[in-house]
């Protein structure tokens, strides 16, 4: 299986701050990593897909990057709702699918 | 607009087994260009992939579950479903059903719509 870490597991941010959240696989899966959001008590919504496509209507202050091993997620303004975890999903090895373990941003 | 419903027991006890089925509307999962998903998320834990159909009828499972995990899809009422045996405390958790997008030459695949997700707790 590849494995999925993500760094960091928790943060406390501010309205308006710069967020920087990292994905690494165990191995190579090209560009096939996708980021989703799930708000407490909610289904995950997908985010970014191949790890810097934005999907249609998430806002342009989320974007992705990186290939390879090396993915991040940024988000350039933080909002209120974008409080949440953040999880990345690699689609290049099936079976199995696998996520890495959640980042939660979290209000300072 | 394509949303995705699930539906069974939030009650299993051990050792039976745990069946859920997730409705489809807004598009029909006979489409080629989907598979269609099962992941689940225990209490305050990350998410768990257990496995997809295609419209073709073939399956993929996560190799820690293969063994007692069936998916199946239901044309006729646009609906596919997940069967899991043995059941312990350990499967309680949230199900979820994803629709999952193979982009055009293979180039990506994603979960696109998800349903609400259903709570499914195993006691006796």
């Known amino acids: 299986d590849i494995q999925m870490t993500q760094s960091p597991s928790s943060l406390s941010a501010s309205v308006g701050d710069r967020v920087t959240i990292t994905c690494r696989a165990s191995?190579?899966?090209?560009?096939?990593l996708n980021w989703y959001q799930q708000r407490p008590g909610k289904a995950p919504k997908l985010l970014i897909y191949?790890?810097?496509s934005l999907q249609s209507g998430v806002p342009s202050r989320f974007s992705g990057s990186g290939s390879g091993t090396d993915f991040t997620l940024t988000i350039s303004s933080l909002q209120p709702e974008d409080f949440a975890t953040y999880y990345c999903q690699q689609s290049y090895s099936n079976p199995p699918y696998t996520f890495g373990q959640g980042t939660k941003v979290e209000i300072k | 607009q394509v949303q995705l419903q699930e539906s069974g027991p939030g009650l299993v006890k051990p050792s039976q087994t745990l069946s859920l089925t997730c409705t489809v509307s807004g598009g029909s999962i006979s489409s080629g260009s989907y598979y269609w998903n099962w992941i689940r998320q225990p209490a305050g834990k990350g998410l768990e992939w257990i496995g997809r159909?295609?419209?073709?009828?073939?399956?993929n499972f996560n190799p820690s579950l293969e063994s007692r995990v069936t998916i199946s899809l239901d044309t006729s009422k646009n609906q596919f479903s997940l069967k899991l045996t043995s059941v312990t405390a350990a499967d309680t958790a949230v199900y979820y059903c994803a629709r999952e997008l193979r982009r055009a030459g293979a180039t990506a695949y994603y979960f696109d719509y998800w349903g609400q997700g259903t709570l499914v707790t195993v006691s006796s």
């Open positions: 191949s790890a810097s």
């Open positions: 191995q190579s899966i090209s560009n096939y």
């Open positions: 159909s295609y419209t073709s009828g073939s399956t």
